[in-house]
C-alpha cells in the first residue's frame, strides 16, 4: 500500500473517531424516553464475534471490558472452541446466545443439520444460552416446509426452556416483510430476532407502506440485531454520519415501540449490536480496508442504546 493511501486510511479513522464522540452526545438523558416500566423488565446488550479479529477468549475479554452483558456467537462445532468459550463466559461472567442454523438446499437434510445444531447448542454441559436465534428455512421452501422449523422450536421452546428466535434475515423464511406476513398472522407463538435492516434493503424503502406488518413483527419480537439498513443495503456505511440521520432515526422508532412494549410487560429484551465488517460494511476501493471501525460503531450503539432506554 502505498504511503498516500495509507495516511489517507488513517486520517479518515481519526475524523471518524471525531465523529463517534460528537455523535455520542447526541444520545444523552434529553433523549431518554418516558414511559411505564413494569417490574421485571431488563435489557442485555449482546456483542457479535462476527468480525472479530481474534480467538474467543480475546473477544470476551474486550466485550466485559467494554461494557457488554454478554456475546452472540455461532454455535461452535469443534470441541476445542466449545471449551475455550466457556471458560473465557466464566473467567467474565457473561452470558452467552448462539445463532444456529442449516444451510443445504434439500428442505429435509437441512431441517436434520437444524435440529442437530440446536439439540448441541441448547443442551451443551457448560452453561445454558440466554437464547438461540435461528436462521430458519429458505426463501425458495415451501410454506408448510418452512413451517417444520417454527414447529419444532415452539415445541423444543416448550421442552428445554431455551427460548429460540427466528431471524427476519434474507435469504431465509422471513426474508421481507410480505414474505413473513402469512408466518406471522398463521402461526402466533412464533417469536422474532427482530433485524429489520434485512427488510429495508429487500423492499427498497424505510418501509413507510409497510406499517402494519411492520407493527405486527414487533409485537412478536424478543431480540433485536440493531444493525441500520437503507433502501439500497443491509448497513449504512457509519450510523455516526449525518447522511445516514432519517435511515438511523426510522430504525429507533422502530426499537423505541420494541423497548416499550417490553417495559410494559415487565420482560426481558435482548440485543446484539450487529454492524457487521466487509463485505457488509464497505471498503476503500483497491485496498479492502474498512472505511469505518467495526468494534467502534458497534461499541457506540451499545452506548446510544444504554443512554436512551435505561
Avoid at 203 to 218: G, H, N, Y
Avoid at 299 to 309: D, H, I, L, N
Amino acid at each position: 500500500m502505498s504511503y498516500n493511501r495509507r495516511r489517507f486510511i488513517e486520517d479518515s479513522m481519526t475524523v471518524t473517531t471525531a465523529l463517534f464522540l460528537t455523535s455520542l452526545d447526541g444520545f444523552g438523558s434529553a433523549n431518554r424516553l418516558p414511559g411505564n416500566e413494569a417490574k421485571g423488565f431488563d435489557l442485555k446488550i449482546m456483542a457479535p464475534y462476527w468480525g472479530f479479529n481474534g480467538n474467543v477468549t480475546d473477544f470476551c475479554q474486550k466485550a466485559k471490558k467494554d461494557g457488554y452483558d454478554g456475546v452472540e456467537i455461532l454455535w461452535p462445532s469443534d470441541q476445542v472452541t466449545q471449551k475455550a468459550l466457556f471458560n473465557a463466559l466464566r473467567e467474565y461472567q457473561l452470558s452467552v446466545g448462539f445463532l444456529c442454523r442449516g444451510d443445504e438446499t434439500e428442505p429435509g437434510v437441512h431441517f436434520t443439520t437444524f435440529q442437530k445444531v440446536l439439540a448441541e447448542a441448547a443442551g451443551n454441559a457448560y452453561q445454558p444460552p440466554l437464547y438461540i436465534n435461528v436462521h430458519s428455512g429458505k426463501d425458495f421452501f415451501t410454506y408448510d416446509e418452512n413451517k417444520k422449523f417454527i414447529d419444532f422450536t415452539i415445541h423444543y421452546t416448550q421442552k428445554t426452556g431455551v427460548p429460540i428466535y427466528h431471524e427476519t434475515h434474507r435469504s431465509r423464511m422471513l426474508y421481507s416483510a410480505p414474505a413473513s406476513l402469512p408466518y406471522l398472522q398463521r402461526n402466533p407463538d412464533l417469536r422474532l430476532t427482530l433485524d429489520i435492516s434485512h427488510w429495508c434493503n429487500v423492499s427498497e424503502s424505510l418501509l413507510e407502506d409497510q406499517q402494519q406488518t411492520v407493527d405486527l413483527a414487533i409485537s412478536r419480537t424478543d431480540h433485536v440485531h440493531s444493525r441500520v439498513g437503507h433502501a439500497q443495503g443491509p448497513q449504512v456505511s457509519d450510523p455516526r454520519a449525518p447522511e445516514w440521520k432519517a435511515a438511523v432515526a426510522a430504525h429507533f422508532a422502530w426499537w423505541d415501540k420494541v423497548v416499550a412494549l417490553k417495559k410494559e410487560q415487565g420482560k426481558t429484551l435482548t440485543m446484539l449490536t450487529e454492524f457487521g465488517p466487509p463485505a457488509y460494511m464497505p471498503t476503500i476501493p483497491f485496498t479492502n480496508q474498512p472505511i469505518a471501525d467495526q468494534w467502534a460503531i458497534n461499541v457506540f450503539m451499545m452506548q446510544a442504546w444504554k443512554k436512551r432506554y435505561l
